[in-house]
């Protein structure tokens, strides 16, 4: 876990994400996911997760704030393949894809 302490820390000294880690109780991540949420998830995706990132979602089911590029890392919840998670941003780089090939 030191690796999350260590990115909690530059959040919180962030001038950008001070303020909402302060708001969040100083700490970007979110509670535990349990060993049967995790299974779900990949059952439900029909994968299986790699070590670390089953790892950190047993440390932390998802992060509040990450960068400015990439908002947050969902809970294992809410994890979906991007095709139906933003149906709209697929398409356009389906479409993107289909032009260069």
Do not use: K
């Amino acid at each position: 876990m030191p690796i999350l302490q260590r990115l909690n820390a530059v959040m919180s000294r962030s001038r950008q994400f001070a303020e909402e880690v302060i708001a969040e109780g100083g700490w970007c991540g979110q509670s535990p996911a349990t060993e049967s949420e995790i299974c779900a998830a990949e059952a439900r995706l029909g994968v299986r997760f790699p070590p670390s990132y089953r790892l950190f979602l047993s440390l932390s089911n998802g992060w509040r704030i990450f960068n400015s590029f990439v908002e947050q890392l969902l809970p294992v919840q809410e994890i979906d393949r991007f095709r139906f998670r933003d149906p709209e941003s697929f398409a356009l780089m389906e479409s993107a894809h289909e032009m260069i090939v």
